[in-house]
Every structure is written in structure tokens, then in C-alpha cells.
């Protein structure tokens, strides 16, 4: 009985992964521009004012001379 539990949950994960696997219809498909412009209508929206936060000063570590106090 388990063997046959087994061949049946390995053909079903087989036909999931080839259907994920699947090209999307053609009418489905976008262009680079439209997807672009649906991105930006879904963030537009978002309500509320967008949080605009300060540039941040980027610092180099050596990895040669740094050293983790633990």
C-alpha cells in the first residue's frame, strides 16, 4: 500500500511541475512597457504620502584589518 501512496505522490508532483512549468497563453503575455505601467498603477495605488528616507554614507570594510569582537 505505501508503495503505490508513493508512485501516486510522485506522478502528481510530476504533472504540478511540468503544468508550473507551462508557457502562459499568449494572451497573457506582456511587453516589457506594459508591464512596467501596471507596476507603477499598482504602487500608485497605495494610499498615503510615499516615506522618503535620508541617503545613507556607504563605508568600505577591509576584510584584511577587520576584526569581530564577539
Known amino acids: ?33 506594459t508591464a512596467i505601467q501596471k507596476i507603477i498603477d499598482a504602487y500608485n495605488r497605495i494610499p498615503g504620502p510615499s516615506v522618503v528616507h535620508p541617503w545613507e554614507v556607504a563605508t568600505l570594510v577591509d576584510p584584511n584589518t577587520f576584526v569581530a569582537h564577539f
Not at 10 to 32: E, G, N, Q, Y
Request: glycine letters at 0%; charged letters at 10%.
Open 1 to 33: 500500500m505505501s508503495k503505490f501512496l508513493v508512485a501516486a505522490f510522485a506522478v502528481v508532483a510530476i504533472c504540478l511541475i511540468l503544468v508550473s512549468a507551462a508557457p502562459a497563453p499568449p494572451t497573457r503575455l506582456l511587453d516589457a512597457q
